[in-house]
């Protein structure tokens, strides 16, 4: 086991108090049996080599947590960009449920706004509320979530800047200068990353877990999807 010393754990956005740092190089995640069954299943899958080590269950303080391998535990000066993969961010049976009940969202609606007050139809306006469905189908068109895959949500470089402004980072050239930006224009990293994304393509054209499960970035898919690269640059993780 990597020996006990004092670990660090980056979060560049997503939902605050999930994760809190374990010892001898773990990091502890919030429980979710939900999580902790592809957790396992994951540990016997051909993505096995792109995602941390699972310890099982830990209780903590009078909560439960999800243990595995901390990625940053070996790095000195972590860079690390949160990235969703996939062409749309919200699972089939959300659609269903939307339009069997229909809840009507104020806050969506005010998010809607905030980025661009045209976007509301009049219905909605004169509700004040979206479908949380709706909000994450209009959020994907202004990202290049529906264009190229995926989109970036933020990143933090080893000098410490932060940049999490990507609601509408779209088109490929965009995307590319967001990159390029993250690894300060090293080549060897971005061909190191495309090696990796390969073989993650072959893992996946093979893996029994990702035939048998939809995806979504907010639920399923909680396993960081690790991109290693060499230097100071920390995993990118998505």
Partial sequence: MTPKKPQQWLQVVGHAGSFRVGE??????????GERECY????????????PAYHGVVPLDGQDYNMMDNLLTHFSTPAVMDCKMGSRTY???????????PQPRKDMYEKMVAVDPEAPTAQERAQQAVLKTRYMQWRETLSSTTSLGFRIEGFRKANEECYTNFKRTKSRAQVTEALDNFVESNQHVMWGYLIRLKQLRQ????????????????RLWAVPC??????????VSG
């Fill in 203 to 218: 893992a996946l054209e093979t893996s029994d877990f990702f035939r048998r499960h939809e995806l979504s970035p907010y």
């Fill in 226 to 235: 690790c991109l290693y690269t060499t230097g100071q640059a920390g995993p």
């Fill in 40 to 51: 396992l299943k994951l540990m016997g899958d051909t993505l096995r080599p792109f995602v």
């Fill in 24 to 33: 001898y190089g773990t990091l502890l995640k919030r429980f979710c049996e």
């Fill in 91 to 101: 699972l089939e049976n959300e659609l269903q449920i939307a339009r069997e009940r």
